[in-house]
């Protein structure tokens, strides 16, 4: 792993919400210098999840179909029977995690690279939080197709890598709360 001792996260950034009643989705953007198949790849093939993402997978994401995902850094292991709704390699991957939504879209950028947008059913509450932690896996997949891996960085080990000042930077964008 090269660097993970100096990693720290930059600032908050491209993240946004919207709601639709009371449904809450995190909408994250990230643009990365890497072509839309390389980026597919490491948001679908379980080798690569299992250096960047919050969750293992029991099978490629590249087709539809059932699934099992295992959240990582949790005390307790928990495995979600899931499906893989929509995947049209390399721009759109549609999902389910437990109860969340998942939209994955990869758009080629003119200069070679992708913007990696991903849309993400979030209860409220937990919106600063998950921004925080899509933020720096974001970061550690970054890295990884850049060739510099550092390691997959989640749960409570996130918390030594920038994650609580993250989570507040969210917080001040977002709130800490749903709005009354």
């Not at 072509?35 to 919050?54: G, N």
């Amino acid at each position: 792993m090269s660097n993970r001792e100096h990693y720290e996260p930059g600032m908050a950034f491209g993240a946004t919400i919207q709601q639709d009643d009371e449904q809450w989705t995190l909408v994250l953007v990230r643009e990365l210098a890497h072509a839309p198949a390389k980026v597919w790849t490491a948001i679908t093939d379980p080798e690569h999840l299992r250096q960047w993402a919050p969750f293992d997978s029991d099978r490629n994401l590249a087709t539809p179909g059932s699934v099992r995902l295992s959240t990582v850094g949790t005390p307790t292991p928990h495995v979600t029977e899931t499906e893989v709704k929509r995947a049209e390699p390399p721009t759109l991957l549609e999902m389910s995690w437990g109860d969340a939504d998942m939209r994955w879209e990869l758009e080629p950028l003119q200069n070679g690279g992708t913007r990696l947008t991903l849309w993400h059913s979030i209860g409220r509450d937990y919106i600063s939080m998950g921004a925080a932690g899509w933020h720096i896996c974001f970061d550690v997949l970054d890295r990884l197709l850049t060739g510099k891996p550092i390691g997959r960085i989640v749960g409570p080990e996130a918390m030594k890598f920038g994650w609580p000042r993250l989570k507040a930077e969210y917080e001040g964008k977002f709130g800490p709360k749903p709005d009354a």
